[in-house]
């Protein structure tokens, strides 16, 4: 099979890193909107427009499926690009709902949605996690852990300090959704921080989960053909992709 | 006169409300390009493309200047602008070089220049210091100060940790270049920690200098005529105007 895998920049490669890891699939066509990241603190109707250009795009490549790695465009914008595309398009936003409600025993248990601002405004998890009745929801707008990604500072004081600030009120969560598919590269500080109790959901694995409930996947890919795209400086993002996912 | 005032996003504001304070123009135009914000981390062709359609929208109204309160814009697209415009477009890294010549007596002061990573990737304002025989020039790309000033952090713990992420092993420079429209609402803060011993150049206040300089200001305008245009969402650039600039 043949996926495309959009994001408006890099964050998109942790899900690509999962994709990789399982094999799945023959082919995987990348593309970053970086002439316009990031999403994360833009408008609706922006977001819809950028991601429906986004499907247009790869109208180019004859694709199976595409997966939306990013949680804003997953939120706002998954139906549109569905109406437009002509194969099926899949969000990390339900798939993390699915892992969640399949990693979670009960139901009051306590979660922690983290995310840009514009991801927890569209409250698309929260509304995902009450019809499978989870009601013990909390959701935090962490837009600053975004460019700490990106300008690669993983760990250190300026970490603890952004930790301390947005979290340091809330309740330690049983499980903490990743809502942006920059903060896997947090994992190791944000299970420190919130210690082994709470369980990390992550939008890669979780895409994982729920491609191989949903479609079959009779054979295994080791060494995958993969194409990069950019809407600027595809050079940087195919550095970046070598560098994290060791391709 | 009747300016028009461009920016990527809501930075820019610093800048007019220096032109506020001096009363300069008669109509103020300001035009900041949210849905595509920031520029600091894109590459110099797109940041011409952007800033030549910004051009094209100023012209709907007709206007005796362009102000670029952009610092990336200013260092990357300030010649393609007055290529494409009909009036005199000015830019606050020439306006900044201008003002740093004028309030330093020593050529051999220790300068040091701060700003987005396009911005200091430029070198534009190196450039334009060595042609007035500074040579004492460091620059030192603070990309993490734009989100946490939009994130309305000023102070604290993070602003700590940031500043000493970057500053630490930098000598306590004479001047400090606010190289970027964002960081005058940082100025409390860099000021205590460099001390009053260094001068913060200000790029609102460098282009009302320029102004001033070049061109004839015979009458005050108390109460310009102000108007906000926005990419996506203007209603959110009025408010964080409103707030900023008490109007």
């Not at 892992?99 to 995902?128: F, M, V």
């Amino acid at each position: 099979m043949k996926v495309g895998v959009f994001d408006s920049g890099i964050g998109g490669l942790t899900v690509v890193k999962s994709l990789l890891e399982h094999q799945l699939f023959e082919e995987i066509i990348y593309f970053g909107d970086t002439a316009r990241v990031p999403y994360g603190s833009k408008d609706k109707n922006t977001i819809i427009r950028y991601a429906i250009e986004a499907v247009e795009f790869f109208k180019n490549f004859e694709l199976d499926m595409i997966i939306v790695a990013c949680n804003t465009v997953s939120a706002y914008a998954l139906d549109e690009m569905n109406e437009s595309a002509d194969c099926p398009v899949i969000g990390v936003v339900e798939a993390g709902i699915l892992a969640t409600a399949n990693s979670l025993q009960e139901r009051d248990a306590n979660i922690l949605i983290i995310g840009t601002n514009a991801t927890i405004n569209s409250q698309a998890y929260e509304d995902g996690l009450r019809l499978k009745n989870f009601s013990n929801l909390h959701a935090k707008a962490t837009p600053l852990l975004v460019p700490l990604v990106e300008e690669e500072i993983f760990s250190g004081e300026i970490i603890n300090a952004t930790f301390k600030h947005y979290f340091s009120k809330l309740e330690r969560p049983q499980a903490l959704i990743l809502g942006c598919t920059h903060f896997p590269l947090l994992t190791k500080e944000l299970q420190k921080y919130f210690t082994q109790e709470t369980q990390l959901i992550h939008s890669g694995d979780a895409i994982v989960e729920y491609l191989q409930n949903r479609f079959a996947f009779e054979k295994k890919y080791k060494n995958p053909k993969m194409k990069f795209f950019a809407s600027e400086n595809p050079e940087a993002l195919r550095t970046i992709a070598r560098k994290w996912l060791n391709v």
